[in-house]
């Protein structure tokens, strides 16, 4: 079985600061992560994803995301946050065995203060 | 590009009333899913369908019918609407075997039963 942890359901920012959103899984089988983000009153979209090789994988609009399998995490970074990255993120999971284990984390809000 | 369409934006219902969400992509997937958004829950697997008048339960199948009579559309029955059902759903596509792949999501239906 899999599962996802988002530890933050909502995360403040400063416009210009920068921020990491964590996210922790757990699988008995091997796993491609994703990061998807979701702007107000649409549906997600792929923020990057990580299959094998480098650790550190990056996306779009400047996010960037590093895999570290001790830890099983697969926390989301970017450097300095704009107001257009208001949204949510969340993270999943995709098993490699089967077609329909995808599973999300619950989410997380970020809120970018100006 | 992958275009996942979803026919409604906003649904309002009345409790008891049957109702169809339709949902249409362009790309020949073979997988299509339904998926519900509730603030703090996350997305919740409605139901999955792997082809043609193929369907597998997801987490939450209660309350829920689907129909998938051509491989680009896969429709969500609530046979009878309850106040309970009001929520945000998702529809999103996938080819076969491509776990290492992300989902396509339409820009989502928000259904409010009253």
């Known amino acids: 079985a899999q599962s996802v942890t988002q530890l933050d359901s909502q995360v403040p920012v400063f416009e210009e600061a920068p921020v990491e959103l964590r996210c922790n899984y757990s699988?008995?089988?091997?796993?491609?992560l994703f990061w998807y983000v979701q702007y107000p009153n649409q549906g997600l979209q792929l923020l990057l994803k990580?299959?094998?090789?480098?650790?550190l994988v990056k996306g779009i609009n400047g996010f960037e995301a590093e895999f570290n399998k001790s830890q099983t995490s697969f926390h989301l970074r970017k450097p300095s946050v704009h107001i257009s990255d208001t949204a949510e993120y969340f993270c999943?999971?995709?098993?490699?065995?089967?077609?329909?284990?995808?599973?999300f984390g619950k989410g997380t809000r970020l809120h970018i203060l100006p | 590009d992958v275009k996942v369409t979803q026919s409604s934006r906003y649904l309002v219902k009345r409790t008891g009333e049957k109702v169809f969400l339709e949902c249409v992509q362009d790309?020949?997937?073979?997988?299509m899913f339904w998926y519900r958004q509730d603030p703090g829950l996350g997305l919740r697997l409605i139901y999955f369908?792997?082809?043609?008048?193929?369907?597998e339960k997801g987490d939450i199948p209660e309350g829920y019918s689907v129909s998938r009579e051509k491989k680009e559309r896969f429709s969500l029955i609530l046979e009878s609407a309850s106040t309970n059902q009001t929520s945000m759903y998702l529809c999103?596509?996938?080819?076969?075997?491509?776990?290492?792949?992300?989902?396509?999501f339409g820009n989502g239906t928000r259904l409010t039963v009253t």
């Open positions: 999103a596509s996938r080819g076969r075997n491509q776990q290492y792949s992300p989902l396509h």
């Open positions: 699988s008995s089988v091997s796993v491609y």
């Open positions: 990580y299959l094998s090789g480098s650790t």
């Open positions: 999943a999971v995709s098993a490699l065995n089967r077609d329909d284990k995808i599973i």
């Open positions: 790309m020949d997937h073979e997988n």
């Open positions: 369908s792997y082809d043609v008048k193929m369907k």
